[in-house]
């Protein structure tokens, strides 16, 4: 039986995959791999790795998450070193979780290998910190999958009145409800916002705007993309970087 590494991929740029996930995909017998693992970095694997794409739109699934477990498990019952690729980290809305418990139960080794998740970096290179002395001393990442007005919403809108600064994973589709939510709890209409698409790459694109405008500035940006709201966002006039 082989050993499976939960592995970040990182946000995209290649650069920013760590060693330790550099050395097993270099060792790795298959690597199995998702639609947001920058794609290149296959090509560091050795002669004669496999590779199994189980890749994910946002939400709609190429292969439900039960058998994208049963598949990790039975390579590990075929290979050695079995690398599972993800984007970002594995645990930031990565599904890791569950693939690591499927595997403990039926008794196959695994490690994680942290990535730097999107949530962090992709704002980076947009010249936008998620926190800053005397402008924000939190930020929260929070899925945005969830329609904001649902009934049973596991998330807490209100408790976001105080926040500085707020991430939206996977909610490029629900930026109007998640805006209009936002403005609906009391943060300001032109409370700062932007919304980032394909971050740490040569696609990156940066829209910036405020709650009430963002919606039609951010139209027709491809995914994956993140939304970035707080003050923070006013940081990139001074810090923008990577687009120059
Ligand atoms: N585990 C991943 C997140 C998976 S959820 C991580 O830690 O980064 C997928 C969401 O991540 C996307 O819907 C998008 O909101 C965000 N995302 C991932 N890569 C991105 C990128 N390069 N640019 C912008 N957003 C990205």
Known sequence: MGKVYLTGAGPGDIELLTLKAYRVIKEADVIIYDRLANPD????????CEFVYVGKEDGRHTLPQDEINEVIYQNALKHKVVVRLKGGDPFVFGRGAEEGSYLKQRDIAFEIIPGITSAISVPAYAGIPVTSRGVAVSFRVVTGHETPNKENSQINWNSFKNDDTIVFLMGLHNL???SSKLIEIGKPKN????????????EQKVVIGTLDDIVQKAQGIPTPALIVVG????LRNELDWFSK
């Open 41 to 48: 970095i296959l090509e560091i694997a050795k002669d004669g």
């Open 191 to 202: 409370h700062p916002c932007a919304v980032i698409s394909r971050g740490t790459t040569k």
């Open 231 to 234: 003050k923070v966002v006013e």
């Open 176 to 178: 109007k409800k998640i």
